[in-house]
């Protein structure tokens, strides 16, 4: 379970507490929050209640359970089309599934780690970590790689000792020197490499979205396994992953600075 984060007054323990329940992953007892809570019993109990009230978790009385509410749902539903991605970037991530046949990712960085916005399925389905809205590592991820090495230097220095660095499998980078010399060869080939970093098995490549002025907005990324494919072969798509981020970069600027663009084509939804 991850930690809390070090927050101050009502509202950052409030989200302590949210970000807790959703870490189970399912309904859950008080216990088991206080358990993993670093808040004291009475003040998680009234954390918990003021947030029953206002609709953001629910309450089980038959089950004496907490879960995530409705009110939620429809937030997260108005931050992925008002603050992600993902609806400009919708056609772009169908049109590269149709052409690669491959799994699709768009992703965006959460803090030090990779938030998923949207996948593709592969032709040929392949059952992986990653769903959209799901939370993942950056250090180890393709899209999460991609994304480090084009963070403005004072962002990367503050996010590199933020990594975990946990060994998930053999390949897996595990300490920041390591990864500040794979980001220095990310930025010299464009592209970032999951050689099975994180899951084993699973390999791809990813390419940032970079705005006009070359600022980091996301990465998208072909993803397959190595029983079926190779990083070889998978390298084959940067251009078309290169192309697709873009066509991505191009939409979210005219959507979100619309007096920027010539004409209102270039989004696509």
């Not at 499998?169 to 060869?185: D, F, H, R, V, W």
């Not at 940067?238 to 066509?247: D, I, M, T």
Request: aromatic share 6%; charged share 25%; proline share 5%.
């Amino acid at each position: 379970m991850e930690s809390e984060r070090k927050s101050s007054g009502t509202v950052g323990k409030a989200l302590n507490v949210l970000d807790l329940v959703a870490s189970f992953e399912r309904p859950v007892r008080f216990n088991d929050i206080l358990a993993e809570s670093r808040y004291p019993k009475a003040t998680l109990y009234r954390i918990l209640q003021n947030l029953v009230t206002e609709g953001v978790l629910t309450f089980d009385r038959k089950w004496q359970t907490y879960a995530l509410g409705v009110r939620l749902v429809r937030l997260a539903h108005s931050a992925w089309t008002q603050s992600s991605l993902a609806p400009v970037a919708r056609p772009h991530l169908t049109a590269l599934s149709e052409a690669t046949g491959e799994t699709i990712h768009l992703a965006q960085l959460d803090g030090p780690h990779v938030l998923y916005l949207d996948k593709r399925d592969a032709k040929r389905r392949v059952t992986m970590f990653s769903e959209a809205g799901k939370v993942g590592p950056a250090y180890c991820t393709g899209v999460g790689k991609a994304m480090l090495a084009y963070l403005p230097d004072d962002e990367l220095q503050r996010i590199l000792p933020q990594q975990s660095y946990h060994r998930f499998t053999p390949s897996t980078i595990c300490s920041q020197q390591e990864l500040a010399c794979e980001l220095n060869q990310i930025r010299q080939d464009g592209y970032a490499l999951d050689r099975e970093d994180h899951e084993p098995g699973i390999i791809c490549v990813a390419v940032p979205i970079l705005s006009r002025s070359e600022q980091m907005m996301g990465a998208v990324s072909v993803t397959s396994t190595s029983a079926r494919t190779s990083l070889g072969k998978l390298r084959k798509h940067v251009p078309e992953l290169q192309n697709a981020a873009g066509k991505i970069a191009d939409a979210a600027e005219y959507w979100r600075f619309p007096e920027n663009e010539r004409t209102p084509e270039r989004m696509e939804i």
